[in-house]
């Protein structure tokens, strides 16, 4: 089975053009291709994980991977999937974020000297003269065949600033650039990017004149990244210090029983043959498959001690009696207690685990909050200072689990 085949079978590709010139091109090795980033926060989240992922798989096959950091086109926003228009960043915290996501990719992609590059759109969008881009650009685009885009068809309801209706040409003038500059031939992006990668790939066989052999493909990365990565708390990171690693096995841990399998084949590396084996299981041993899910996943993000360390706190909750040391802690001072007693709200609100006062009153209500497994009745509930020589375990609903120490 080639990289293509094993895709398909993943379920990652939705749709392509010129499939059978696109198989060729991975299957072979032959494929210099790029997938964007844009920089709108500090770290990467579990939605470009499945790009990376993508990518190195890609390379793997020996592919040159291009990933594109948009320091530019951050500056205008894509309206994709959005309702309201992006808030606009600075020039300083763009750069701050494009430097982490550098940092965090070269863990997994092989940017050695011809495996794969990083580039930043900046440096050739920030140049650009307008009169230029109307005439060498504009001239390509029907605003007719624009409008008639999903991503902006979405937004004209509730009123499309001009500043985002220029999101497309500038993305496809990216695929021009790297087309020109870098030979890339391929595209790659999640499904609500279509219409841009039609518009890129488009641009460079009119300006070349029919003779560029530029392809694109469309894979689930931003449907299933959209559904994946998400709790209560927000985004789940790659950046331990935003997402730790044990909130992050956690996470994987508590996949729904639907969703283990097709994450197993979209984010790891497991071969397709064991994956349809594990697929096979249900009730308890499910749980193990999802051990195994959060495992590899935490391993390939944040190493394997971290993995381990992980692993060994979940056990101590779910099996019993093994480490808690890793669980997520939060330390109390004497400024939290009042009358040498602080509540269970004030707690789980210093953490993190609730947003308001509020939403804490009505977990306990709906019976989801206990302390050292013991439920939790009333929303006035306080725990003594003395109480804390031994730690202080929360859980909220199933999946939550906080120490607290003092």
Known sequence: MGVYEDLQERGLIAQVTDEEQIRDLVNNGKAV???????????????????????????????????????????????????????????????????????????????????????????????????????????????????????????????????????????????????????????????????????????????????????????????????????????????????????????????????????????????????NEYAKCEGAELNKVKEVLAYELTKMIHGEEEAEKAQSAAKALFSGGADNSNMPTTQLTDDDFTDGEITVLDMMLKAGMIKSKGEGRRLIDQGGVSVNDEKVTGALTAIKADAFSEDIIIKKGKKMFHKFTK
């Open 33 to 275: 291709f790029y997938i964007g980033f844009d920089p709108t926060a500090d770290s990467l989240h579990v939605g470009h994980f499945m790009a990376l992922c993508l990518m190195k798989r890609l390379q793997m096959a020996g592919n040159k991977p291009i990933a594109l950091i948009g320091g530019g086109t951050a500056m205008i926003g894509d309206p994709s999937g959005k309702t309201d228009m992006r808030k606009m960043m600075t020039v300083e915290d763009i750069q701050h974020n494009c430097d982490c996501f550098k940092k965090q990719m070269s863990k997994f992609i092989d940017f050695s000297e011809g495996k794969a590059m990083m580039v930043n759109n900046a440096d050739w969008l920030l140049d650009l003269n307008y009169v230029d881009v109307l005439r060498e650009v504009g001239a390509c685009f029907s605003v007719n065949k624009m409008l008639s885009a999903e991503c902006y068809k979405q937004r004209m309801e509730r009123g499309l600033s001009f500043l985002e209706f220029n999101y497309m040409i500038m993305q496809s003038y990216d695929f021009y650039t790297l087309y020109k500059k870098y030979g890339c031939n391929l595209q790659f992006g999640g499904d609500d990017q279509w219409s841009n990668m039609i518009g890129g790939m488009e641009l460079v066989r009119r300006k070349l004149q029919g003779d560029a052999n530029a392809m694109t493909i469309t894979l689930l990365t931003n449907s299933e990244g959209k559904k994946m990565g998400k709790t209560e708390k927000g985004a789940v990171w790659l950046d331990a210090n935003k997402t730790t690693p044990y909130e992050f096995y956690q996470y994987w841990r508590n996949v729904g029983d639907q969703d283990v399998i097709k994450c197993m084949k979209l984010l790891t590396f497991i071969p397709m043959e064991q994956i």
